[in-house]
């Protein structure tokens, strides 16, 4: 095989970014420390994001609202928009798709990019990433930081461990250099590695990401297996992961929803309720999306995570579908035979085996054109007017949670 | 070998992103790849037709989707005229705009409203 030209990868990660969202739609905050939490109202709610100046006091994300405002009184609490939020993202992405078609996203806030057949158009790798920081600051009001290497797991941790932490937000980690740069760092520091890991490592005298590279590879892999050689690998910097639009993301096994109950729910009619609402939404996703499955599963858990209950159950359906009451006839059938009767905190439903659902085989039994055409008017009310605007009247009962959830993304308010 | 270890294996386990993310992700793809107009099938032409002279002699309103990026366009009106030496119709849309030509071959499905 030829010797392939030198990759240059980017990632491309955005600073604080719900907080920074924020600050660019309220310019009357600027100057002032702002954080976005997850209910503003209770004071147990968690910070979601914090702005560069709330950490400056000492905030940080995924503590609760009254720690991090007794450290700083006078923060500016922000509620969630994560329907804005996901927009912008995808602004970013369509900024970083004017560089280069490799564009993939790895969160919300981070995106890869392979730029290697775009520098005769834009020049050094260093020039892209300070305009596409300068595009996405002036469009956007997000400060990007740029980690700049040959491949996706440098980049990511030249922009972790370097672009974060310096004046121009942005770094290229040399291959070449890696024994004085990055194999000096400790460990924690590197991607993959978490509090957990980092113990274990300490125990076997691995402190620094250098002494990790260095450990023989057995040594990782009789102890944890595939994520063994995972680290070793991201310590030498060893990644042929490509950089691809076309990634998992958009290939779709299976649609499904679950959700959290308020409350434990005990009774039977409660979880009917939720359960035909779980169905209806994972109905109506197959039918925007043209799409029917044939194997329908169930899951539920309790309460208490310590002590697990519950079961995750499938059943495959003589024809495929993606009529709401069909899934749901399915799914009461699992439940009836599966559950214990204990109380249940977490209901999922999801439909897989999908095939498109231009083709339909024609059944003797029951009347599924009315059904379809019930669902197809049904449908067009709510791409209409809103999740809400037409609901079963199930949904109206206190177990309901169809209006409450259609508030929400991700469980934070949209 | 685990998938961890090929292709993007690493990556794709690691992901996080919200589902409502994903959908609109997958969406903004879609914008960015032309479509192609569907072959229509000569049956289905004359039925098209047949719902649009109906609706012109029962002054009837119909639904017509027209082909378009990024996604199709569904119009409801009536049929004013059809045109079929220039191959297109005179369209009185519902929305209350002035009448428009629309030429048939943008036109890739037509319902007559009371089939509906």
Same mark, same amino acid.
């Given at each position: 095989?030829?010797?392939?030209?030198?990759?240059?990868?980017?990632?491309?990660?955005?600073?604080?970014?719900?907080?920074?969202?924020?600050?660019?739609?309220?310019?009357?905050?600027?100057?002032?420390?702002?954080?976005?939490?997850?209910?503003?109202?209770?004071?147990?709610?968690?910070?979601?994001?914090?702005?560069?100046?709330?950490?400056?006091?000492?905030?940080?994300?995924?503590?609760?609202?009254?720690?991090?405002?007794?450290?700083?009184?006078?923060?500016?609490?922000?509620?969630?928009?994560?329907?804005?939020?996901?927009?912008?993202?995808?602004?970013?992405?369509?900024?970083?798709?004017?560089?280069?078609?490799?564009? +993939?996203?790895?969160?919300?806030? /981070?995106?890869?990019?392979?730029?290697?057949?775009?520098?005769?158009?834009?020049?050094?790798?260093?020039?892209?990433?300070?305009?596409?920081?300068?595009?996405?600051?002036? +469009?956007?009001?997000?400060?990007?930081?740029?980690?700049?290497?040959?491949?996706?797991?440098?980049?990511?941790?030249?922009?972790?461990?370097?672009?974060?932490?310096?004046?121009?937000?942005?770094?290229?980690?040399?291959?070449?250099?890696?024994?004085?740069?990055?194999? /000096?760092?400790?460990?924690?520091?590197?991607?993959?590695?978490?509090?957990?890991?980092?113990?274990?490592?300490?125990?076997?005298?691995?402190?620094?990401?250098?002494?990790?590279?260095?450990?023989?590879?057995?040594?990782?892999?009789?102890?944890?297996?595939?994520?063994?050689?995972?680290?070793?690998?991201?310590?030498?910097?060893?990644?042929?992961?490509?950089?691809?639009?076309?990634?998992?993301?958009?290939?779709?096994?299976?649609?499904?929803?679950?959700?959290?109950?308020?409350?434990?729910?005990?009774?039977?009619?409660?979880?009917?309720?939720?359960?035909?609402?779980?169905?209806?939404?994972?109905?109506?996703?197959?039918? /925007?999306?043209?799409?029917?499955?044939?194997?329908?599963?169930?899951?539920?858990?309790?309460?208490?995570?310590?002590?697990?209950?519950?079961?995750?159950?499938?059943?495959?359906?003589?024809?495929?579908?993606?009529?709401?009451?069909? %899934?749901?006839?399915?799914?009461?059938?699992?439940?009836?035979?599966?559950?214990?009767?204990?109380?249940?905190?977490?209901?999922?439903?999801?439909?897989?085996?999908?095939?498109?659902?231009?083709?339909?085989?024609?059944?003797?039994?029951?009347?599924?054109?009315?059904?379809?055409?019930?669902?197809?008017?049904?449908?067009?009310?709510?791409?209409?007017?809103?999740?809400?605007? %037409?609901?079963?009247?199930?949904?109206?009962?206190?177990?309901?949670?169809?209006?409450?959830?259609?508030?929400?993304?991700?469980?934070?308010?949209? | 070998?685990?998938?961890?270890?090929?292709?993007?294996?690493?990556?794709?386990?690691?992901?996080?992103?919200?589902?409502?993310?994903?959908?609109?992700?997958?969406?903004?793809?879609?914008?960015?790849?032309?479509?192609?107009?569907?072959?229509?099938?000569?049956?289905?032409?004359?039925?098209?037709?047949?719902?649009?002279?109906?609706?012109?002699?029962?002054?009837?309103?119909?639904?017509?989707?027209?082909?378009?990026?990024?996604?199709?366009?569904?119009?409801?009106?009536?049929?004013?005229?059809?045109?079929?030496?220039?191959?297109?119709?005179?369209?009185?849309?519902?929305?209350?705009?002035?009448?428009?030509?629309?030429?048939?071959?943008?036109?890739?499905?037509?319902?007559?409203?009371?089939?509906?």
């Amino acid at each position: 095989m030829a010797k392939s030209k030198k990759r240059v990868i980017m990632l491309a990660d955005c600073q604080s970014f719900y907080a920074s969202v924020e600050k660019a739609a309220h310019p009357e905050y600027e100057g002032k420390p702002l954080v976005v939490s997850g209910d503003p109202a209770r004071r147990s709610g968690i910070i979601l994001a914090a702005c560069p100046l709330a950490k400056k006091y000492g905030v940080t994300t995924a503590e609760r609202l009254g720690d991090a405002l007794r450290k700083c009184p006078h923060l500016v609490v922000v509620r969630p928009r994560m329907a804005e939020y996901i927009r912008v993202s995808l602004h970013i992405t369509d900024i970083l798709q004017s560089f280069t078609d490799l564009v +993939e996203p790895y969160s919300i806030d /981070e995106q890869h990019l392979d730029v290697t057949g775009s520098l005769a158009l834009f020049g050094n790798p260093v020039e892209i990433a300070r305009r596409i920081q300068h595009r996405v600051l002036y +469009e956007t009001g997000v400060y990007v930081r740029v980690g700049i290497s040959d491949c996706k797991v440098l980049s990511k941790i030249a922009c972790d461990i370097y672009a974060k932490k310096n004046k121009d937000g942005i770094y290229t980690l040399e291959r070449e250099e890696l024994a004085e740069t990055l194999w /000096e760092k400790p460990v924690h520091e590197m991607f993959m590695v978490g509090s957990r890991m980092t113990r274990h490592l300490y125990k076997m005298g691995i402190h620094t990401i250098g002494d990790l590279a260095r450990t023989p590879l057995p040594r990782l892999t009789d102890r944890w297996g595939v994520n063994g050689e995972v680290l070793w690998r991201i310590a030498r910097g060893i990644d042929s992961s490509p950089v691809t639009p076309h990634s998992q993301l958009q290939q779709q096994k299976g649609v499904g929803h679950q959700m959290t109950l308020p409350r434990d729910y005990t009774d039977w009619k409660e979880i009917q309720a939720v359960l035909l609402e779980l169905c209806e939404q994972v109905g109506r996703r197959c039918r /925007e999306k043209g799409l029917m499955g044939c194997v329908v599963s169930v899951g539920c858990q309790g309460a208490d995570y310590d002590r697990p209950t519950g079961f995750s159950r499938q059943m495959k359906l003589a024809d495929p579908t993606n009529i709401t009451d069909e %899934i749901y006839g399915a799914a009461c059938l699992l439940f009836r035979r599966h559950w214990n009767n204990l109380p249940v905190r977490r209901v999922g439903v999801s439909l897989s085996d999908l095939s498109p659902d231009s083709l339909v085989q024609l059944t003797l039994f029951g009347d599924r054109d009315r059904k379809r055409d019930l669902e197809r008017a049904t449908d067009g009310i709510k791409r209409k007017f809103g999740e809400t605007a %037409i609901l079963r009247a199930s949904s109206l009962q206190d177990s309901g949670q169809a209006q409450e959830r259609s508030l929400r993304i991700g469980g934070h308010y949209k | 070998m685990s998938k961890k270890l090929q292709g993007n294996g690493l990556f794709e386990s690691s992901r996080m992103m919200l589902p409502e993310h994903r959908e609109a992700y997958i969406q903004h793809q879609q914008h960015l790849v032309h479509r192609k107009p569907p072959l229509i099938d000569p049956q289905a032409e004359e039925e098209m037709a047949r719902v649009m002279a109906e609706a012109l002699y029962n002054h009837s309103p119909i639904t017509i989707t027209l082909f378009d990026e990024p996604e199709d366009l569904q119009l409801t009106g009536h049929v004013l005229r059809i045109d079929a030496s220039r191959r297109q119709i005179r369209w009185g849309g519902d929305t209350g705009e002035g009448p428009e030509w629309i030429r048939l071959d943008q036109i890739i499905d037509a319902v007559a409203e009371s089939s509906i």
